[in-house]
């Protein structure tokens, strides 16, 4: 079965930045796309940012210009650079793949100054 363990959140003040990565059990090759998903606090989960295997990359509006997502297929990971961090994008964020597996545990970012 197919593990997906996110890390490298953390708290920063507005401004900062971070870089999220997600470690994937198998190879990355296996999936055609795989996404970074957030979800506050009484809000659903959404879509933020995705690649797919030939390495083309989309972003939900909300992060466009701010968030990068990138891909080492040799690590298996793939990462979620995020800078210019604002409180709206305190969430919990995950990461998985197309077709979906199992979530992982997800990795709590805290923006507040």
């Known amino acids: 079965q197919v593990q997906l363990v996110e890390s490298g959140g953390g708290s920063v003040q507005p401004g900062g930045s971070l870089r999220l990565s997600c470690a994937v059990s198998?190879?990355?090759?296996?999936?055609?796309?795989i996404r970074w998903y957030r979800q506050a606090p009484g809000n659903q989960r959404e879509s933020v940012a995705e690649?797919?295997?030939?390495?083309?990359?989309s972003y939900a509006d909300s992060v466009k210009g701010r968030f990068t997502i990138s891909r080492d297929n040799a690590k298996n990971t793939v990462y979620l650079q995020m800078n210019s961090l604002k409180p709206d994008d305190t969430a919990v964020y995950y990461c998985?793949?197309?077709?979906?597996?199992?979530w992982g545990q997800g990795s709590q970012v805290t923006v507040s100054s």
């Open positions: 690649i797919t295997r030939g390495g083309r990359t």
């Open positions: 198998t190879t990355i090759f296996s999936f055609n796309t």
């Open positions: 998985n793949t197309d077709p979906p597996v199992r």
